[in-house]
């Protein structure tokens, strides 16, 4: 009876272990890097996006943000949104050919977009920021590559350029990445609601879908680790019971 009661202990003991395992896994930590929200736009339009920025450190708060615009993807309009506690910055650069903007020839084009906190602004440890840009018309390319600068109140910079190689892993040091698509045939592309920024990116509905999967894992754990309490019980309760005589 004891090595009866010993199995199933053992039972319920790795029973537990790879559901813990399972639902750990799900609890992976996230990737925490500079991104761009939404992660789409159509060519030929107007693009509301934010560049969404997490602070890794635990100790320094981010101070700084400088995102390089993509030399072959020039764009003719380029607007910020305020910041509060930051104040902002654009350089700009000439352009050759020029880009045509509602009719007009433009020769420059904004390079570079600087925010910079003020007094006790920076982004805290756990915490994140987003820096709203609106810009356009898209160019007609696959994608726009935004290198970008993290510099934190220690002087630590953290470098988001690596570009991803078509196909392989994602770099270490990503670069946040604006993928464009053709407009729809006879349509026109039409500017980014500012919903489209408010409403969460793919990393959101990873944290969110990670979340889920967790309180269902957690969910299954507990209602399995009770069927296994209950079927010990009722198997001991079976070994106990004396056998009929006939």
Same mark, same amino acid.
């Given at each position: ?58 100790t320094a708060s ?5 995102? #390089? %615009?993509?030399?072959? *993807?020039?764009?003719?309009?380029? +607007?910020?949104? $305020?910041?509060?506690?930051?104040? &902002? !910055? ?86 946040? #990445? %604006?993928?464009?698509? *053709?407009?729809?045939?006879?349509? +026109?592309?039409? $500017?980014?609601?500012?919903?489209? &920024? !408010? ?27 009770a069927g296994l ?13 004396p056998v009929a005589?006939?």
């Amino acid at each position: 009876m004891t090595r009866i009661r010993r199995t199933a202990t053992a039972a319920a003991a790795l029973a537990f272990t790879a559901a813990a395992t399972a639902v750990l896994g799900f609890a992976g930590p996230a990737s925490a890097h500079v991104t761009v929200n939404p992660k789409e736009a159509t060519q030929g339009g107007y693009a509301r996006v934010a560049f969404r920025v997490p602070n890794e450190s635990d100790t320094a708060s981010t101070t700084k943000l400088e995102v #390089v %615009l993509p030399e072959n *993807a020039p764009v003719g309009s380029v +607007s910020t949104m $305020p910041v509060p506690g930051w104040t &902002v !910055a654009t350089e700009k650069r000439k352009v050759d050919p020029p880009i045509e903007v509602h009719g007009s020839q433009l020769t420059e084009a904004v390079s570079k977009i600087t925010w910079t906190a003020t007094g006790d602004a920076g982004v805290k440890p756990g915490q994140f920021q987003e820096f709203p840009v609106s810009m356009g018309p898209l160019p007609k390319v696959e994608s726009m590559v935004f290198k970008t600068l993290q510099t934190y109140s220690d002087g630590n910079i953290s470098r988001w350029i690596d570009e991803q190689a078509p196909g392989g892993e994602e770099p270490e040091s990503p670069a946040p #990445v %604006l993928t464009l698509t *053709a407009a729809a045939p006879g349509g +026109s592309a039409a $500017p980014a609601s500012a919903a489209a &920024v !408010a409403a969460p990116d793919d990393d959101d509905d990873d944290e969110d879908g990670n979340g889920l999967a967790v309180g269902l894992g957690v969910a299954g754990l507990v209602a399995g680790l009770a069927g296994l309490v209950l079927g010990g019980l009722a198997f001991t309760r079976t070994r106990r019971e004396p056998v009929a005589k006939s």
